[in-house]
């Protein structure tokens, strides 16, 4: 979005309107405020553009998330570039493909856990078969015959536009930095197989999306708060660890990005779009998946600074309440100005007690989802919640119960792969 100047034009030209002044009709100021707000979400008119940005790969991929509510983005007009022809590509794309050819060439060894490492081609893989596949290309599982290790790896196709490639190597680099973190999906290696490149990922088992839907929908169960407690501990860190060791946010958590496997192992995941913290501040805004994103993050007054991560700590708070509750906390929406209104100027979801949820967990769910930024806490506050604490203290057997359910996932047919969105 433009940087507006002082006296309340863009940067464009655009005039923008002034706040209401106090002693306004609420009825006036309430209507002024919206009106302000359609206005600056787009001048053009366009539902998803903050100045009708390109909608991002996010944007796309909401189409088939049952969270953005039936609510279709503008398709992007984008040519697509055969990726090793660099005739076809502009000087920045051709850029980007080289920093991603290197990135790659640079790790062209297989390494493992246990800090074994391994030369390996194509051929040292057997395709298991397809158990993914999505805006990239397909996701497969494979065995490494040398070291009998089974990985998803991503088939990402020679086929991509500018947009796909910066996000494919924000997400490579995070992976890459982050192996020595418990609660970030590792990567093993990667490699270029006729122009398409392979990268090879630790095997997660499903997503949280899927898991919390099969236990309440076709189970009638509830997630027991134990187990939320390990789910949320090991977001927290992971979350925490990319801001303190790579100084990013997340920018699209949501459960579609929590995975899960029978080893009782919690990972987070994509990060295609996490965005560099400058002095700890991000500033672009049509990143990430609207229904989760933070009231900060939406509002184009309160924004214009920019936001940091007590962003991604609301939308752990939405995480947290759809999880616990096995419903998204707000109700669907009949248009995208309808749902931006609701977040920025409705009251907060809120978690109670009488769920049977203990009053720790309420309060940190709460805590998390709290309007006002500048009193929304940091992870180190989180950190050092007694809800975090105790659940980080307390001994569960995560991976009996991952297993169980995931067993009977799969007796029902309804086991599916975390990795369907490449």
Not at 79 to 88: C, I, K
Not at 100 to 118: D, E, F, H, P, W
Not at 130 to 136: D, M, Q
Not at 385 to 412: G, Q
Request: glycine share 6%.
């Amino acid at each position: 979005m433009s940087n507006n100047d002082s006296n309340g034009s863009s940067s464009s030209g655009t005039a923008r309107p002034s706040l209401p002044q106090l002693g306004m009709r609420q009825d006036v100021v309430a209507t002024e405020k919206k009106r302000q707000l359609k206005l600056a979400i787009d001048p053009s008119g366009s539902p998803f553009g903050f100045n009708s940005p390109i909608p991002t790969l996010q944007s796309l991929r909401c189409e088939e998330d049952s969270k953005c509510n039936g609510l279709t983005p503008k398709q992007p007009n984008l040519q697509r570039v055969r990726l090793p022809n660099t005739e076809a590509m502009s000087e920045k794309s051709s850029r980007e493909r080289l920093k991603i050819c290197q990135t790659i060439q640079s790790t062209g060894k297989l390494q493992l856990s246990g800090n074994k490492v391994y030369d390996f081609t194509s051929d040292d893989l057997q395709d298991l078969g397809e158990i993914g596949r999505g805006g990239f290309g397909t996701v497969n599982k494979m065995l490494h015959r040398s070291s009998d290790t089974v990985m998803a790896v991503k088939r990402i196709r020679s086929t991509v536009d500018e947009n796909e490639q910066k996000q494919l190597l924000m997400d490579l680099d995070v992976v890459m930095k982050s192996n020595e973190c418990p609660y970030i999906v590792q990567f093993y290696g990667a490699l270029f197989k006729e122009g398409d490149c392979w990268i090879c990922m630790e095997l997660m088992d499903t997503s949280l999306d899927k898991f919390y839907k099969y236990i309440y929908k076709k189970l009638d169960q509830r997630i027991p708060e134990s187990i939320l407690g390990k789910i949320t501990v090991a977001t927290v860190k992971a979350l925490n660890y990319l801001k303190e060791k790579l100084k990013i946010i997340h920018r699209d958590v949501k459960p579609s990005n929590i995975l899960l496997d029978s080893r009782g192992n919690i990972k987070l995941c994509d990060f295609g779009i996490s965005g560099q913290l400058v002095d700890s501040i991000a500033k672009t805004r049509d990143a990430g998946c609207r229904p989760y994103m933070a009231p900060e993050r939406i509002d184009p007054v309160r924004g214009r600074g920019g936001y940091d991560v007590r962003s991604d700590v609301w939308s752990l708070g939405i995480t947290l309440v759809e999880v616990a509750t096995g419903r998204f906390p707000y109700p669907r929406w009949s248009s995208v100005f309808e749902q931006l209104c609701q977040v920025v100027q409705g009251d907060p979801p809120r978690l109670q007690t009488s769920n049977n949820f203990s009053q720790h967990f309420v309060n940190f769910v709460n805590t998390c989802l709290i309007k006002e930024e500048n009193q929304r806490p940091k992870y180190n506050k989180l950190l050092e919640h007694v809800f975090i604490k105790r659940s980080d203290a307390e001994s569960v057997d995560v991976a009996s119960y991952i297993s169980e359910i995931m067993a009977a996932m799969e007796n029902d047919g309804a086991f599916m792969s975390t990795m369907d969105d490449p």
